[in-house]
């Protein structure tokens, strides 16, 4: 039926409905020129701990010797190191050196050793491997065997591979990984394409991994928006079965969506893979107060309201839930404000101004429209009929079955506590990446032919000069103990390098890799290295200031933790009084993060529910009220840390935003039934009657917009990076045990508690 009411309206709603809409299609112009200059960003150094002591550190570090992530490792695996393979190897150094960026390239088919003649004392460089000459290629390739600078580094220990290591600019911008992924992708297919014996091409390094998984991310965000789209669509025809009820809740989301892609650009702020799931996020999220208005109007318009009444009844009666909402909701996000992550810092700030910029529009765009555009066609049966049946059915349901949901929910609380108790604090480079992931494979590649990609860098400060005998025997015990304890593969240290010179000082004997014993051969050997500048690689220009770096197996950040106290308790034992030995670098930062990530969780967490016992205290104005509603909303969250355990899903990063967020936006539909309890109360209602009528009004709100949120959500498991496919997977169903709470747990529980005081 038509509304006719619809020209009674009173003519000041409908000037300043036209005002509104003006405004806020300038304003949606302007953010949309905004939108336009989006950027990606993928460099993984913006999740180190900002102005963390760790942090600043490393930059100190990294000042004196440089970076441990300007590089990119490019395997060749091939059947046997033989002279064809290692020729066509060599084949393409001189391409590789020209691609952008690169500055130098190490290959160990040009590799040279400086060699002592002992007899003539004249001194030579000698190729690593003769590839060049059958007679002496096996030789050289077993006396590479026992050599620790070459082996996990440039030649694989099981013969069937070399690596080369290519240092490119210092902090390549965006356009220049961009320029030299394009061209490294270009240069492996023509090796593909050309050579016999060279089976597969392996790369691995920052710039190019960070130019693959930006252009992942924008197809991600497109994919996301899309998939958000059609689904918003089908739940909102599920819900109201009118395209008036589609379109416009759809154009207040799209709108807010829009307006917070243009405030991260306006505000200097790029795509991360944190903010890359941001629109999904607040498409499902933006959608519930205009869901919540609408079923309250339809409702009202089923009931006999005009359209101008209607309007009025459902945004007096629902306006300060949503905005209570949407309020725990932002909340939920800020409190994520606390972290020293950057990236969660960001997606917890801008996630909140965009749940902050739906509610805006929900009460700007939303009342506008509806006051412009005809009135929907709103029939007295169907959807509204089924709705009441089942909710009628479903209340029944929970209350003749009182006893049996207390007995489940306890039996569920408990299990979780106990479950959810082993969730644990951890962290894998790779454990992000699916396993058919081009990169995670490649990173594997170089896990097992060599000695990994994961860095390890260790700052030494010695109380004398690093080149003192005394300084290059402690030296050479903790690097021996870095060796053989902590498992530090293809290691460089000072001592190493003395080792390694002093064998070529003596004509490359392996009875001579050793730190020498005469202080006079060992002055020689030094000056040599000083003079090629090997020793100024290792050795700061104080030359107490000393740095030892390698590659370990990534098996962890808790892992690497129990080493890092293991080698500090050695230290402390072992190195001569004064010393000090301080793990470092960009994988140890990275560590750093997952460590402190239980305590920002934690205080987060504890912030939002402070914030939810404030409203829920203020809009009751009792102490019971409080703890039901964070007893509900804390029961989903203790569920899925037992979900998480059962999954092997570690505590990190990307998990960590689960509970909080979750947190926020599930405790959304206990706010919406305890305001409509509040009010049926102070209508002088019967406590049973008042549990009644609140449980019809808003079951299907609550129900269409946890639907709405799980497949949203849901979405985010289509995603190429883990960390995203659990944050969807997680909250959704946090959700889904949120919502079966709020309409079982509940309702039972405000009838048990109150009981005496109806």
């Not at 958000?228 to 759809?250: D, K, Q, Y």
């Not at 307006?259 to 499902?284: E, R």
């Not at 936006?665 to 309890?677: G, M, N, Q, R, Y």
């Amino acid at each position: 039926m038509s509304d006719p009411n619809l020209d009674q309206l009173p003519p000041a709603w409908r000037r300043n409905a036209w005002a509104v809409l003006a405004l806020l299609v300038a304003t949606s112009g302007w953010m949309a020129w905004q939108a336009l200059g989006l950027e990606f960003n993928y460099d993984f150094e913006q999740f180190f701990p900002a102005d963390h002591p760790e942090t600043t550190f490393y930059r100190e570090f990294r000042e004196t010797f440089g970076s441990d992530n300007d590089f990119l490792i490019v395997g060749f695996e091939g059947d046997s190191l033989t002279a064809e393979f290692l020729a066509e190897v060599d084949a393409e150094v001189d391409a590789l050196r020209a691609l952008p960026g690169v500055e130098t390239v190490q290959s160990p088919t040009r590799l040279k050793l400086p060699v002592r003649d002992p007899l003539s004392g004249m001194a030579f460089q000698r190729p690593l491997l003769s590839w060049d000459n059958d007679s002496t290629l096996a030789k050289d390739v077993t006396r590479l065997r026992h050599r620790d600078d070459v082996m996990g580094t440039f030649v694989s220990p099981s013969g069937r591979a070399v690596a080369l290591t290519l240092e490119h600019t210092d902090g390549l911008s965006k356009a220049g990984c961009d320029s030299l992924a394009a061209a490294v992708t270009a240069w492996e297919r023509d090796v593909h394409d050309s050579k016999s014996t060279i089976r597969d091409v392996h790369v691995s390094g920052r710039a190019v991994a960070q130019a693959y998984y930006v252009g992942v991310m924008e197809r991600e965000v497109a994919w996301f928006v899309s998939v958000g789209i059609v689904l918003l669509v089908a739940f909102l025809w599920f819900a109201f079965r009118t395209v008036w009820g589609v379109m416009v809740p759809l154009t207040v989301v799209l709108m807010s969506g829009l307006w917070t892609l243009g405030i991260m650009v306006a505000t200097g702020k790029a795509v991360d893979v944190m903010t890359v799931v941001l629109p999904t996020i607040l498409f499902v999220v933006g959608i519930s107060d205009v869901v919540h208005v609408l079923t309250r109007y339809y409702d009202e318009r089923r009931a006999d309201a005009t359209h101008q009444t209607a309007m009025q009844r459902a945004f007096r009666e629902v306006g300060l839930a949503t905005f209570l909402t949407s309020l725990t909701t932002a909340l939920g996000f800020l409190t994520l404000l606390t972290s020293s992550i950057g990236p969660v810092h960001d997606f917890g700030m801008y996630a909140a101004v965009g749940v902050g910029v739906a509610y805006v529009l929900a009460f700007t765009l939303l009342p506008s429209v509806m006051v412009l555009a005809p009135p929907p066609v709103i029939s007295k049966s169907g959807t509204g009929v089924f709705w009441n049946g089942t909710l009628h059915k479903a209340l029944r349901w929970t209350l003749r079955n009182k006893g049996l949901l207390a007995v489940a929910w306890v039996g569920i609380a408990g299990a979780s506590v106990v479950l959810g108790s082993a969730l644990r604090v951890d962290n894998k480079l790779i454990e992000d990446l699916r396993d058919d992931d081009p990169f995670r494979k490649q990173f594997v590649f170089f896990e097992r032919e060599f000695a990994g990609v994961r860095p390890f860098e260790l700052s030494v400060t010695l109380p004398e000069s690093a080149d003192s005998p005394t300084s290059l025997e402690a030296l050479d015990a903790l690097e021996q103990y870095l060796k053989a304890d902590y498992g530090v593969g293809a290691l460089v240290g000072p001592a190493t390098a003395v080792r390694m010179a002093h064998r070529g000082y003596m004509g490359d004997r392996e009875a001579y890799y050793a730190i020498p014993e005469d202080n006079r051969i060992l002055g020689k050997v030094l000056r040599l290295m000083k003079r090629s500048g090997q020793w100024n690689m290792l050795v700061a220009e104080d030359g107490q200031s000393v740095r030892v770096f390698g590659k370990v197996e990534d098996n962890g950040s808790q892992a690497i933790q129990v080493k890092n106290e293991n080698l500090d308790a050695w230290c402390a034992q072992n190195m001569p009084a004064g010393s000090a030995c301080k793990v470092t670098g960009t994988a140890h930062l990275v560590d750093v993060n997952n460590a402190s990530l239980a305590s920002d969780m934690v205080g987060g967490l504890g912030l939002a529910l402070v914030a939810v016992a404030i409203i829920a205290g203020l809009l009751f104005r009792s102490g019971a009220m409080v703890v039901l509603c964070l007893i509900t909303n804390l029961l989903p969250l203790v569920m899925i840390a037992a979900v998480m355990v059962l999954m092997d899903v570690d505590l990190k990063v990307t998990s960590g935003i689960i509970f909080t967020v979750a947190f926020g936006i599930a405790v959304d539909d206990t706010i919406h039934f305890l305001s409509k309890l509040r009010l049926q109360l102070s209508q002088g209602r019967t406590l049973p009657v008042a549990v009644k009528r609140s449980f019809l009004a808003t079951g299907k709100a609550i129900v269409v917009t946890s639907l709405i949120l799980c497949g949203g959500f849901m979405t985010l498991t289509s995603s190429a990076f883990l960390g995203t496919f659990h944050i969807g997977f997680l909250i959704s169903l946090t959700l889904l045990f949120a919502v079966v709470a709020d309409l079982t747990f509940l309702p039972w529980m405000v009838l048990r508690w109150f009981k005496a005081k109806v």
